[in-house]
């Protein structure tokens, strides 16, 4: 074919797209928004290497509520504290189910607990929530399994005599361990090649979700499903965390005692046994081995992700550091390991926990959500089936709540007699009805580990090193903060 008729064919292709696209049925009053191009929808206007800070802008020009196009699929963002709370919370029931994410789609199948919608979830979710309270989630015997893994990582730290390192892979081994624990009723050794493999393949994944590469498949996946690159690789090593727990469950299944459950996967395949009769069971292989994966990537990377960027932020931040440890020196002492039960009298360690994850930003964007029918909000009509974005980043910034949202202030938690105070836009477990079934342990672990580690360590930064940037190596789906070393000096 020659060059003249390959260019007929391509303007013919573009016409038709431009014929198609300009007759599609429009709803009425649909929110303003910046205008779609055939196929590639609004991906001029959408920065994907930051999608928050390009919302942001666009709420600037068009409002709190405002339609995007991702490729030819319509989204309608919520941006700002008040709307995200409406959404999630005061008309939860109307936007319960959770809207496509193409990657998520691919791996999860609509398995699981993560992704799934309507009875599969409701169940699955119920059964997850008792099932990980059974087994100490929220509970003494809980807290006492992180500060049994709390000393394991203070040897860790002491072995490295103060000379600097990055902690990302020790942190996730100590939060995947007492995940491990509730999951699988196992302890995995910090050298085990396995599970440090594992690990590894969890940490390169969330950056690749977030990564450039993530998005535009996001956006595109009927055509990068066929071409190589990043997401290629983010499939994969999902797909190996997912033979590792399905391996697991085998295990379990070799060794299940009925009268003697040892863990998560030991009760979901109890509950399988119960629902044999039930032709409609959501209590399926599938779904046991879903949703053992959702709680092992939900709750490993997350904490540990969470936890080394708080202490990044303390390195930046010397003096709210010495306030801590003199809080933790007057509550604690250095006779025994805390506690939860120190945390009531510890606002100000309280605060600065609360003020890092609300500075990080972890889960930016949120998941998205669907409208269940018809339905109206702030006067701006929304189909039923429509993607609705409630941007939880939005909350977490929302200058109505928080006086320099983008500054680390540690006082935003705090009232005028020091007390810790509680906001209700701070959401990074996202809130409402799906609200992530594990902040609790989340917190938990949080708050022990971090005093532990400053009860025993200073934390100070390497050799010719002043300052390291707190600003996302990677903003997608995630805020993947930057990979630094730090010199944890005993005490």
Not at 32 to 49: D, H, M, S
Not at 154 to 175: D, H, I, Y
Not at 362 to 370: C, D, S
């Amino acid at each position: 074919m020659d060059l003249l008729g390959s260019a007929t064919i391509f303007l013919v292709i573009c016409l038709l797209f431009l014929l198609v696209w300009g007759t599609r049925p429009k709803a009425k009053n649909l929110p303003p928004g910046p205008t779609p191009l055939p196929f590639v929808g609004n991906l001029l206007q959408l920065k994907v290497q930051n999608l928050v800070a390009n919302f942001r802008e666009m709420s600037k020009k068009y409002g709190p509520i405002f339609t995007v196009y991702f490729g030819s699929d319509q989204a309608v963002v919520l941006f700002g504290y008040d709307l995200v709370k409406k959404v999630l919370v005061d008309r939860g029931d109307e936007f319960l189910d959770r809207g496509s994410m193409p990657s998520a789609d691919k791996t999860n199948r609509g398995l699981g607990i993560i992704m799934s919608n309507g009875e599969r979830w409701l169940q699955l979710r119920r059964f997850s929530l008792t099932t990980m309270r059974n087994f100490g989630m929220g509970k003494k015997n809980i807290e006492e399994r992180i500060q049994e893994e709390a000393e394991y990582l203070m040897k860790e730290l002491r072995a490295k005599n103060g000379q600097p390192f990055n902690p990302a892979v020790l942190f996730s081994c100590a939060t995947g361990n007492v995940v491990s624990h509730i999951l699988l009723g196992e302890r995995f050794d910090y050298n085990d090649p396995e599970y440090r493999r594992i690990l590894s393949l969890l940490v390169e994944s969330f950056r690749l979700e977030s990564s450039t590469a993530g998005q535009l498949y996001n956006i595109f996946p009927r055509i990068l499903d066929y071409l190589p690159g990043p997401h290629q690789t983010f499939f994969k090593n999902l797909g190996d965390i997912q033979v590792f727990i399905a391996q697991k469950v085998k295990d379990h299944e070799r060794s299940l005692d009925p009268n003697a459950p040892r863990d998560f996967i030991d009760s979901f395949l109890l509950k399988m046994e119960q629902e044999q009769q039930n032709p409609k069971t959501e209590f399926t292989r599938e779904n046991l081995n879903m949703a053992a994966y959702d709680i092992f990537i939900a709750g490993t990377e997350t904490t540990s992700t969470t936890l080394r960027y708080i202490l990044m932020t303390l390195l930046e931040h010397p003096a709210v550091q010495e306030k801590i440890q003199k809080e933790i020196d007057q509550v604690i002492g250095q006779e025994r390991p805390p506690a939860m039960k120190d945390r009531l009298e510890m606002p100000y360690t309280e605060a600065v926990l609360h003020e890092a994850q609300r500075f990080l930003d972890l889960v930016p964007l949120g998941f998205t959500r669907v409208a269940k029918h018809d339905t109206e909000i702030e006067g701006y009509f929304i189909p039923k089936g429509s993607s609705v974005f409630p941007i939880l980043s939005s909350a977490l910034h929302d200058p109505k709540q928080y006086d320099n949202p983008f500054q680390f202030t540690p006082e935003h938690f705090l009232d005028e007699k020091g007390n810790f105070k509680k906001n209700g836009a701070d959401i990074p477990f996202s809130t409402g009805k799906r609200i992530c079934l594990g902040e609790g342990l989340a917190r938990m672990q949080l708050f022990l580990y971090l005093a532990t580690i400053l009860q025993r360590f200073h934390l100070r930064h390497p050799p010719g090193v002043t300052k390291i940037d707190l600003t996302p190596e990677v903003s997608g789906f995630g805020n993947i903060p930057r990979q630094v070393s730090i010199c944890f000096t005993p005490r």
